[in-house]
Nanobody, 115 residues
């Protein structure tokens, strides 16, 4: 069974940092590109960042470019999202998913940026 489990969310002040993790099981993690997607309160899904299967190619939404860094450790079957200089508009539930025609999703982790 494919399972993705996000962790690392929480409450942080503007300008602060968080690192999200996405632990994968039930499939060959190193074969799949992975992405982070978020959903702010009352809004639709927003793609945040993507990384290829080997970790050598990354992409970012303009809204997070220069502040967020995606990475992965295939040996640990885990993907990360380092989030720096957080802003209130980054408040959302963050999901990780596999890239492909039938993506698998985690349950999400809440990130709240507020003073």
């Amino acid at each position: 069974e494919v399972q993705l489990v996000e962790s690392g969310g929480g409450l942080v002040q503007p300008g602060g940092s968080l690192r999200l993790s996405c632990a994968a099981s039930g499939f060959t993690f190193s074969d799949y590109g992975m992405s982070w997607v978020r959903q702010a309160p009352g809004k639709g899904l927003e793609w945040v960042s993507q990384i290829n299967s080997g970790g050598g190619s990354t992409r970012y939404a303009d809204s997070v470019k220069g502040r967020f860094t995606i990475s992965r450790d295939n040996a640990k079957r885990t993907m990360y999202l380092q989030m720096n200089n957080l802003k209130p508009e980054d408040t959302a539930v963050y999901y990780c998913n596999t890239v492909g025609p039938s993506p698998s999703w985690g349950q999400g982790t809440q990130v709240t940026v507020s003073s």
